[in-house]
């Protein structure tokens, strides 16, 4: 098998200026890496470099591929000398590496956004969210009123499983979370109140304070950081794994079938978790109250009935209800938003969290104006 011909370049006599070059031999890219060719021609290639007026005749070259051709290209700067002769099957190698330059020039610079630009497109994130919210909520409401229909033909299973996973399985951290709140609240404020020889006082702050208000809130965001968490994963995972695509397929109904059955799950065990969190609170509180102020247990129980009206205590779970059905809806929406990429479901699932517990705290400071007269004797 015959052996390629090294690559070579004749300048004409004279200086650069007015000069000529002719290349010959193989201009490809196992000849160019032989030994020290390509240093050579580097070398030789140098002092012509940006020359416009210099003549080029690659017709005596045998064969070239894409790296000889961007060999020369380089050396002219990128641009066509102004006299060139090329063989025909040469021409589209120049051609292509002429396009790729143009779209290199013609690529559009990054336009820098003004503040006020970014506020705009805020807002019209916001709009679209909300129009996603608005339209996921009718959807419950469709899937609801079906389920109301034909109650045995609906998703008992599901809702079951959500229940268990977001209510009893969060037992432990609320019960712990409520524990040490209680104490924390209780020790505080024992120290201020014995201040003001107001001891007996205790048990009125402390209960009005976790049944109306840090108790469905401390149980919100639990929720929202671990079940809404996990809802927003778990749809985005399907997303990602094409399940919700194949659910379509097969004529099943994402809204019946997931979203419904999680908004009724979280309607169903908050109420239960806001009780279960006030408990705990409220024995923290007591057991602080023992060894702070010397409160019995007994009075502190015999004191609450008449402390914290039964109105503060539908408000907690009226709240509870409220906030668990905002973190389902929340959670589903930005789990279905997710796209097929890992990247998003990390993002999607990080901003459903942080968007669940503003709108729980937002939802909490609109009950605290609803209901700013009720509850009081």
């Not at 200086?15 to 030789?44: C, E, R």
């Not at 705009?120 to 909300?130: D, K, N, P, Q």
Request: aromatic share 8%; charged share 15%; hydrophobic share 50%.
């Amino acid at each position: 098998m015959p052996t390629a011909q090294e690559p070579s370049l004749t300048v004409s006599p004279g200086t650069a200026q007015g000069a000529s070059v002719s290349a010959a031999g193989t201009w490809q890219v196992h000849a160019l890496a032989q030994g020290s060719a390509m240093q050579t021609i580097t070398g030789l290639l140098k002092p012509f470099k940006d020359k416009r007026d210099v003549a080029w005749d690659l017709t005596a070259i045998d064969s070239m591929d894409h790296i000889g051709a961007q060999v020369f290209w380089n050396a002219w700067g990128k641009a066509r000398p102004a006299t060139l002769r090329l063989a025909p099957a040469q021409e589209e190698f120049f051609k292509r590496l002429e396009a790729a330059g143009n779209l290199e020039l013609q690529r559009p610079r990054k336009q820098r956004l003004t503040s006020v630009m970014l506020l705009g497109f805020a807002m019209l994130s916001f709009v679209e969210h909300l129009r996603g919210v608005t339209v996921l909520v009718g959807q419950v409401v469709q899937d609801l009123w079906r389920f109301a229909r034909h109650p045995l033909r609906g998703p008992w299973r599901e809702i079951s499983a959500n229940v268990y996973h977001a209510g009893f399985q969060a037992l432990g951290i609320t019960a712990l979370v409520g524990f040490l709140i209680g104490v924390v609240l209780s020790y505080l404020s024992a120290q201020q109140l014995r201040a003001f020889g107001g001891d007996m006082y205790l048990v009125n702050l402390l209960g009005m304070s976790v049944i109306r208000e840090l108790g469905p809130l401390l149980a919100a965001i639990l929720v929202a950081g671990r079940s809404g968490s996990s809802i927003t994963a778990q749809l985005g995972v399907m997303r990602v794994t094409e399940e919700l695509d194949a659910m379509l397929v097969m004529g099943i109904s994402h809204g019946f079938r997931l979203i419904m059955p999680k908004v009724l799950a979280l309607a169903i065990s908050m109420p239960l978790l806001v009780i279960w969190t006030d408990t705990m609170a409220l024995i923290g509180g007591m057991v602080s109250a023992k060894i702070e102020l010397n409160l019995s247990p007994l009075y502190f129980i015999q004191k609450l009935p008449a402390a914290v009206p039964l109105a503060n205590y539908q408000i907690g779970l009226g709240k509870g209800a409220v906030f668990g059905m905002l973190i389902a809806l929340v959670s589903c929406h930005f789990g279905l938003r997710i796209k097929p990429n890992t990247e998003s479901l990390g993002h999607g699932t990080t901003t459903s969290v942080v968007t669940a517990i503003t709108v729980v705290i937002l939802a909490d400071a609109l009950f605290a104006i609803v209901f700013s007269g009720v509850g009081f004797r």
